[in-house]
């Protein structure tokens, strides 16, 4: 399948010392949906920025659709569509009146009711921008990135703050642009979403990709089968290597008071943890149970949740 997205060994260093991005590489299908995911600071927006054509990098190459922005900056914004976290929109205008705002952007727009109809926002076309609730903002400001009819959409931290419905809705337009051969790059602050919707992803950290893959291959890889937390009568950091020796253990964390085990066989594991606490004249306070998820890999690539600060 051909690249939409490429770049290789790219670099944006600010005031000459500070590197917020050092030699990241990406590759991005057309018509996938990709993710890229990483701890505030990491370099993630920096990244997006320079993808989207928004800030220039230090050095390294950037190509959207076999094409650069240095050459090809008016073909480039025809054939994308960018909503940020917050897009600022006039409150004096009415919704259809900002659709159609935008679609006067592009030489070849989508008809403005038609995006407004996908989007579930036609009864409100005429409503204006300021009485909109915060699920049809965030899904009009979807809207006008659609409108231009995007071939690739970025779309950043596109359900922050919304219900879980509105979320829903928004995968389902998601998936749907995706369907018709749309490119998708997101970010976003939940796990859940980035394993539903994502083909693949990466997580980035200190400006460089730490790992790359398809969700059910990076926990497959570095987040083992399961979890297995649990909290002891007197909880020390100094047992980590007593419970890394517990058969089956491939990783120890402390995580608010609990002991997060990484394990590929708790039948094993489980019998082991309970004679083990048994001999230490301790007593359990909690135990649980759990598939690994994306958001193991993360704290264990990181050391950090995905949406500390």
Not at 187 to 204: G, Q, S
Request: glycine share 8%.
């Amino acid at each position: 399948m051909a690249s939409a997205i490429q770049c290789r060994d790219l670099r944006k260093t600010y005031d000459g010392k500070v590197e917020a991005v050092r030699g990241l590489n990406l590759e991005i299908e057309a018509g996938e949906c990709f993710g890229l995911l990483g701890p505030n600071g990491a370099g993630k927006t920096t990244t997006i920025e320079i993808l989207e054509g928004l800030l220039a990098p230090t050095s390294g190459q950037v190509t959207i659709l076999g094409q650069n922005w240095k050459e090809n900056e008016r073909e480039l914004r025809e054939v994308m569509g960018i909503s940020l976290q917050e897009t600022r929109l006039s409150e004096k205008l009415t919704v259809l009146e900002t659709i159609k705002l935008f679609s006067g952007f592009y030489r070849q727009p989508r008809a403005p009711l038609e995006v407004l109809e996908q989007m579930q926002l036609s009864e409100k076309a005429n409503s204006w921008v300021g009485k909109l609730s915060g699920g049809q903002r965030q899904r009009l400001a979807v809207a006008t990135a659609l409108v231009g009819n995007p071939k690739i959409l970025f779309l950043d931290e596109p359900t922050t703050g919304l219900d879980p419905q509105s979320r829903r809705q928004l995968w389902d337009i998601i998936r749907r642009f995706q369907q018709a051969g749309g490119t998708v790059l997101l970010t976003t602050h939940y796990m859940d979403e980035a394993e539903r919707l994502c083909d693949r992803l990466a997580i980035v950290d200190h400006g460089q990709v730490i790992a790359e893959g398809t969700p059910a291959d990076l926990i497959e890889r570095l987040g083992g089968h399961h979890m297995v937390e649990f909290q002891v009568s007197v909880h020390s950091n100094s047992d980590t290597a007593a419970w890394r020796a517990l058969p089956g253990v491939e990783s120890v964390r402390h995580d608010n008071g609990l002991v997060c085990l990484n394990v590929r066989e708790p039948h094993l594991t489980i019998p082991a943890l309970l004679d083990a606490v048994e001999k230490e004249g301790e007593h359990l306070l909690h135990l649980t149970t759990r598939q690994a998820s994306l958001e193991d890999v993360f704290v264990r690539l990181t050391g950090r949740h995905l949406r500390e600060d």
